[in-house]
């Protein structure tokens, strides 16, 4: 990201109503492993297992009843609501940002690894800290390898600044968190025609029920206004100022036609592969692909809310599999 520091004009102000009342809060955990640890191909599959098994044993241990409400532990981690229009399965209010594919860390070596929540999933912190503690005993990856926590600091992926919130004597307050108002200022700052998306996990997208394995920020960006709108109208804290379904219409009907242009006539460069990927589900029984786009494709973009929405998804992930930690991405 090039940047002037100089005072930022231009402000984007009309975006406001649609994320008004919204957060994203990136935390990220520091820690050393105290026994061999390897990861999959796909580590965020193992650090969404293992959270999920810590957070069930320890909060929602007792098996869901037909015809009762979930308990908030398992709406938080499964994001199901009958009344949902779109059907049962909501984007979950979280993700993870997990170490590089197949890392292996000897004993004594430090990784870190980042999960972030939206909205008012932000009350669940507490939660996360107390299972991560268990996490770290019960050991992660393949042969189940220990880890010490060190640090723990919330982030801004927008200008890389970090903050430690608990050392050995307190919680601190969150001061870092991601919204309108800091996207914004990120965006005035921006002083580059050029844009790089640097796809850190594989980016599994659908345009029409068919995939999606050449970059398209057409697809990109009607994939990633349907999963904010979902995500805000959930999970925003004031649920009295949402923007309404014509709002959001608008708006990815725009940002869709926006994103077919660039590609058709500013794409520069595309350095992307297809990277094929399964899960296995214990539960479930079976596996499931969870493979998409690696790699890095650059764009001439002057429309700075494109570039609004897409500052947006470096915190958000887009497409497939975000609780596994898929669709994460840098904007360069």
Request: with cysteine; net charge neutral.
């Given at each position: ?20 009342g919204f957060v994203a809060q990136h935390i990220v ?207 925003q804290s004031k649920p009295e100022v949402a923007a ?89």
């Amino acid at each position: 990201m090039t940047v002037d520091m100089a005072e930022p004009t231009n402000i984007i102000d009309p975006l406001s109503n649609l994320v008004q009342g919204f957060v994203a809060q990136h935390i990220v955990f520091m820690v050393r492993a105290q026994e061999a640890i390897q990861f999959s191909e796909q580590p965020g599959v193992n650090l969404r297992g293992a959270l999920y098994q810590a957070l069930i044993t320890r909060f929602s241990p007792n098996v869901p009843v037909p015809g009762l409400p979930y308990d908030l532990i398992r709406q938080f981690l499964e994001g199901l609501d009958d009344e949902n229009a779109r059907g049962r399965d909501l984007p979950r209010a979280y993700t993870v940002e997990p170490p590089p594919p197949n890392a292996h860390y000897s004993t004594g070596e430090q990784f870190e690894f980042g999960i972030t929540l939206f909205g008012q999933a932000v009350s669940y912190l507490p939660y996360l800290f107390y299972a991560l503690r268990d996490v770290a005993d019960l050991g992660i990856g393949f042969g189940r390898g220990r880890f010490q926590m060190i640090r723990i600091c919330e982030v801004n992926p927008l200008n890389k600044s970090r903050r430690q919130i608990i050392d050995p004597h307190q919680v601190s307050d969150l001061r870092l968190a991601i919204n309108h108002k800091a996207i914004q200022y990120a965006v005035n700052l921006w002083r580059s025609d050029e844009i790089l998306l640097r796809f850190l996990t594989p980016a599994r997208l659908t345009d029409y029920g068919a995939l999606a394995r050449r970059p398209s920020l057409g697809i990109l960006l009607r994939r990633l206004l349907e999963r904010a709108q979902s995500l805000v109208e959930q999970n925003q804290s004031k649920p009295e100022v949402a923007a309404g379904l014509e709002r959001w219409k608008a708006e990815w009907m725009r940002m869709g036609a926006l994103g077919d242009v660039l590609d058709a006539q500013h794409l520069i460069a595309d350095n992307t592969y297809w990277k094929d990927v399964t899960s296995h589900s214990h539960i479930k029984g079976r596996s499931s692909p969870i493979g998409g786009l690696m790699g890095k494709a650059r764009w001439q973009i002057n429309e700075r809310d494109v570039l609004y929405w897409l500052l947006w998804g470096q915190s958000l992930h887009v497409g497939k599999n975000t609780a596994k930690g898929d669709g994460w991405y840098s904007v360069e």
